[in-house]
């Protein structure tokens, strides 16, 4: 046997995993430290406020500070179930600024909540500029690594709500100079002629591997405003378009819209989605599947039903975890309440599409999204729902002097799955 080498103490863990010898046979037992991974680290060395939480009823109000790496003002958010999976933030433009060019290696995206301007976007190594002008709910995203300066011509600030996959990138090269001084341009996502590369081009076509509503077109003016089609998915009268842009395989999401007085079926699925409100005003509620069940406040378990109410601006994490959580979206105000998922990769589009499915995504598989538990799916009809759901739609309906203009036909078995209402 070699000899046992000297042994030191590890700091702040109490004691190895293992024996010195002589220390007899039993099992030597070790314990977790929870280290701050590159991206925790990473925020941390921004100096912004983080905000932590299930929901906010408005991002605008969250205190935003001084952002010297890209000028301006932010704050971070780190909603419950994204944590080292999808960062956020929103940032402020100074009225008549800009924020210092950047280029980076995540896909980012961004939602115009206030203001007016131009983007300018240059590859590496090439002085020919692209550029596009914004307005309030244009929906952009930023290719891949594109160095890009985002300019607000308006006399007041201007805010957005960005999302990226940078603690993904962060994480896996944990190399700051990798991330943000590359010079590598991605010509599959952004190459050939660019000339009309950020024209609005709101075309709705199906996505390959679901055959859903999606509009591909890398600048949308007023997210807020486009055309969303029909598919009841979620309920009757739901609206939805998934938007495909920059050839991004991670951010993608989707827009749906509920018409006045409605509100989604409750579905579950894991973590990762986070819902912002671009029109109207309503609520989410969301809860643990396993420990809650299909009908918590009958079921004496209402109290672990977390709750969000939010408009424009505002945002939860749809289901915050771990493990699947049940949640559903009510539409409260006097029109629509419209809102964009715009955090995860979007099962169906064509890049991340065959990036996702590849477990449920056998050949001619029913979507258990768009199915109910009675089906094999994973919705909840609203004839199974818990009784509170509905009385609690109706009360906050009352409170601001609308009401439900949900078909009462659906609250039935054999009215559960109404294919398309006319409003
Ligand atoms: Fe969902």
Redesign the pocket.
């Known amino acids: 046997m070699t000899t046992e080498p000297e042994y030191i103490e590890p700091e702040g863990m109490g004691r190895a995993g293992w024996h010195k010898e002589g220390e007899g046979e039993g099992q030597a037992r070790s314990y977790y430290r929870r280290l701050a991974t590159p991206w925790e680290t990473f925020i941390k060395s921004e100096g912004l406020p983080v905000f932590r939480g299930v929901g906010i009823k408005d991002t605008r109000t969250l205190p935003r500070a001084d952002w010297p790496r890209v000028g301006g003002k932010g704050t971070y958010i780190q909603v419950t179930g994204t944590e080292n999976k999808t960062g956020m933030f929103v940032v402020e433009i100074p009225a008549k600024g800009a924020l210092h060019p950047q280029r980076q290696m995540y896909e980012e995206r961004y939602v115009v909540m206030e203001g007016r301007g131009s983007v300018e976007v240059w590859k590496n190594n090439d002085s020919v500029r692209t550029a596009f002008e914004y307005g309030p709910w244009s929906l952009f995203s930023i290719p891949m690594n594109a160095n890009f300066r985002i300019i607000n011509s308006a006399s007041t600030p201007a805010l957005m709500i960005a999302v990226n996959t940078a603690p993904r990138t962060i994480n896996s090269y944990d190399n700051m100079d990798f991330v943000f001084n590359n010079e590598f341009n991605f010509e599959d996502r952004w190459g050939g002629n660019l000339e009309d590369y950020w024209d609005n081009n709101e075309k709705v076509v199906p996505q390959p591997v679901r055959g859903r509503a999606m509009v591909t077109s890398n600048f949308i003016p007023d997210i807020a405003n486009s055309y969303l089609p029909l598919d009841n998915n979620?309920g009757p009268g739901f609206r939805w378009v998934a938007p495909d842009q920059v050839g991004n395989r991670m951010i993608q999401g989707w827009v749906a819209e509920y018409p006045s007085g409605r509100y989604a079926k409750a579905?579950?699925?894991a973590s990762g989605?986070v819902l912002v409100g671009l029109k109207g005003n309503g609520y989410s509620i969301t809860w643990p599947r396993e420990e809650g069940g299909v009908t918590p406040w009958k079921d004496g378990k209402g109290d672990l039903v977390k709750f969000q109410e939010y408009g424009p601006g505002g945002l939860i994490s749809?289901?915050p975890g771990p493990a699947n959580w049940f949640?559903q979206h009510f539409a409260v105000s006097k029109g629509p309440f419209r809102v964009f998922?715009y955090t995860g990769t979007m099962p169906g589009n064509p890049e991340s599409g065959r990036l996702r499915e590849l477990d449920d995504a056998e050949e001619g598989a029913m979507v258990k999204?768009h199915a109910d538990i009675s089906d094999g799916g994973n919705a909840i009809p609203y004839h199974m729902e818990d009784p509170h759901v509905r009385e609690m739609f109706e009360e906050s309906l009352r409170q601001v002097g609308g009401q439900t203009t949900m078909p009462p036909e659906v609250y039935t078995a054999s009215g559960a799955n109404i294919e398309v209402m006319t409003d």
Do not use: G
């Open positions: 979620r579905h579950y699925h989605a749809a289901a949640h998922n999204q």
